[in-house]
């Protein structure tokens, strides 16, 4: 499986502004602007979603993550799908829907993190950091470059978020 070291927060819109700016200046490239639907189903461990994205693309991920506050190990396996209503149907006649997300998400990419500043439906703004580890990184490398980042985006530990948004949506 993959792994990543990864951190949530919620922001206010001054401080999804400041972190923009930020991450436009830290990003080795353009930001991406994505439309995203996040479609979960009933599993019996870790999560498992089906992304739909705004271009009519969509991938499956299945993950396992602690349900904590601050930095987290995240193991994850992703594999890009060509017909997600198929998939949907099949998935959903199986397992049952457990929740929909619908987000908008700015991607910027700074070394071997994803800042994604996302603005989530019923929910608010957000900010997310995922350090991608390599097989040889060990997970304390990937806290501190989530520590360095988060003092560099102005956000502190009062605004970190433990779970998913699915949690914060109180979808059970």
Excluded: W
Aim: net charge negative; aromatic share 6%.
């Amino acid at each position: 499986m993959n792994r990543n070291v990864e951190v949530k927060a919620q922001l206010t819109e001054s401080q999804f502004e400041h972190a923009r700016q930020m991450a436009s200046q830290l990003a080795s490239s353009a930001p991406q602007q994505l439309i995203q639907t996040d479609t979960f189903f009933n599993c019996s461990h870790g999560r498992l979603k089906l992304r739909q994205f705004g271009d009519g693309s969509g991938e499956i991920i299945y993950y396992q993550r602690p349900d904590a506050g601050g930095a987290k190990t995240s193991e994850y396996l992703r594999s890009p799908i060509e017909n997600h209503a198929a998939l949907l149907d099949v998935l959903a006649g199986s397992l049952g829907i457990r929740g929909v997300v619908r987000k908008k998400r700015i991607l910027y990419l700074v070394q071997q993190t994803r800042i994604h500043l996302d603005e989530v439906e019923s929910l608010g703004k957000f900010l997310e950091l995922e350090v991608v580890l390599a097989a040889t990184d060990s997970v304390f490398s990937g806290e501190q470059i989530i520590k360095q980042l988060l003092s560099q985006l102005g956000i502190n530990s009062e605004q970190l978020v433990a779970g998913a948004y699915l949690d914060l949506l109180n979808i059970q």
